[in-house]
Structures are given as structure tokens and as C-alpha cells.
């Protein structure tokens, strides 16, 4: 079965840096969620998609944007990185939430 | 804004023994979904089990089922048969009317051999 295919796996930058991060969800989901998880931590919400329109907002930087485009994929861009930025990176899709599905993951390193 | 408990940072379990994890929540929602993801070391987050609110049965997944008691907003997870292969991180996860979702802090679960 098709999966949640994040982009790239892993990503060093560098202080002050820009990085685009990519997720294509699970084909007919309408619903594309980004997370956050630094170290020891658990992952917190940063924002959502609903076909296409930002449909919620959490503690997403303003240094951070991200949509989501006709095809259903979404990117998050990040930029003026910080070292506090390093973390992991999961997207999910879900469908009203049935088979609400998380990506692999990119693990972002600021350096 | 909800909020997730897991009261237990670090369990340990002896292979084929049972083991429960706990988790309770707050909310003033009355819909909604509650999931127990696994995170092994490898970081991916897997899907354990996940329980519809309004469903007063109990989930289960093969190994694994859940204790849920909604008016103590309580949603346990329990491991039968543990296995070295279960030896991750644990979260709790709330799922409102907006569909993100709030975790808790998450258990360390290690099986031991």
C-alpha cells in the first residue's frame, strides 16, 4: 500500500540557511498535517492542509512557511535556520481521520 | 486546549509477560479519536492501535488493546505476549473536531529477554 513519502530523509544546513522540506501523501487523502519532534521530545503540530487550504496553525515560527499544492503534495520552508531548529520533521495525511499516516520523517541537522 | 498524560516515563517488561501502559487526557470535546503510536529507534512513527470515542468496544489489535474509559478520560494501552520487537517509545495520542494531533510525553517501553 501506497505510504506517506517525505523528502529528503536527511538535510544538514547550516546557521541562517534556508531548507525546503517536501511530503506526498497518501493518494485521496485530503488532509496533509506537519509535525515537529526535537530531541526527547514528542512531535508538536506546526500547521495542516485541508485540500489545499490551510486549515489549522500551531507553534509554527514565523521564519517557517509551507502549502500545499494542486497535486496534494506540501512543502515546508524554513529559513534564517537556528541551531534550535535541528529536530525531526513528520508529515502526515489522513482521510477525516481513517488511517491517519505519518511519513518517515526528515531529519533536519542546522549546524 | 487538550492535553495528554503519560504518567509513566520508563516501564520495563520480561519477554512474553504482559505489560500496561497508561495515559489520560482532558478535554471538553465530545468527539473525538485517542491512538497509541510506537516510535522504535529508527524513528518512524507506527500506528499501534486507535479508538473511536463514540464506540463504547474496546480496540484491539492482535497483542494490543486499550482500556478506554471515557468518563475517566482515561485510555490505557495493554501489551500481551511482550516481545524484544516491541522495545520503542510509546506515545498517546488525542485527536479532536480539527484533527491534529496533541501527544503526551510518551513511556519508554524496553522488553527484556
Known amino acids: 500500500a501506497a505510504g506517506v513519502i517525505q523528502s529528503p530523509r536527511h538535510l544538514i544546513k547550516e546557521k541562517r540557511e534556508t531548507a525546503t522540506l517536501k511530503c506526498y501523501p497518501i493518494?485521496?487523502?485530503?488532509?496533509v498535517y506537519w509535525y515537529q519532534q526535537g530531541p526527547g521530545q514528542d512531535p508538536q503540530f506546526l500547521i495542516s492542509?485541508?485540500?489545499?487550504?490551510?486549515?489549522d496553525k500551531g507553534s509554527i515560527p514565523d521564519r517557517f512557511s509551507a502549502q500545499q499544492f494542486s497535486d496534494y503534495h506540501s512543502e515546508l520552508n524554513m529559513s534564517s535556520l537556528e541551531l534550535g531548529d535541528s529536530a525531526l520533521y513528520f508529515c502526515?495525511?489522513?482521510?477525516?481521520?481513517?488511517?491517519?499516516?505519518f511519513g518517515s520523517g526528515t531529519r533536519l541537522t542546522v549546524v | 486546549a487538550q492535553t495528554v498524560t503519560q504518567s509513566q516515563p520508563e516501564m520495563s517488561v520480561q519477554e512474553a509477560e504482559t505489560v500496561t501502559l497508561s495515559c489520560t487526557y482532558d478535554t471538553s470535546e465530545n468527539n473525538y479519536y485517542l491512538f497509541w503510536y510506537k516510535q522504535p529507534p529508527s524513528r518512524q512513527m507506527i500506528l499501534v492501535i486507535r479508538?473511536?470515542?463514540?464506540?463504547?468496544q474496546n480496540a484491539t489489535e492482535n497483542r494490543f488493546s486499550v482500556n478506554f474509559q471515557k468518563a475517566a478520560k482515561s485510555f490505557s494501552l495493554k501489551i500481551s505476549d511482550s516481545q524484544l520487537g516491541d522495545t520503542a517509545m510509546y506515545f498517546c495520542?488525542?485527536?479532536?473536531?480539527?484533527?491534529?494531533?496533541?501527544f503526551g510525553k510518551g513511556t519508554l517501553l524496553t522488553v527484556n529477554p
Open positions: 493518494p485521496r487523502h485530503d488532509t
Open positions: 495520542a488525542f485527536g479532536g473536531s480539527n484533527y491534529k494531533l496533541t
Open positions: 479508538q473511536e470515542a463514540y464506540k463504547q
Open positions: 492542509f485541508y485540500e489545499k487550504m490551510q486549515s
Open positions: 502526515a495525511s489522513s482521510l477525516v481521520t481513517h488511517g491517519y499516516t
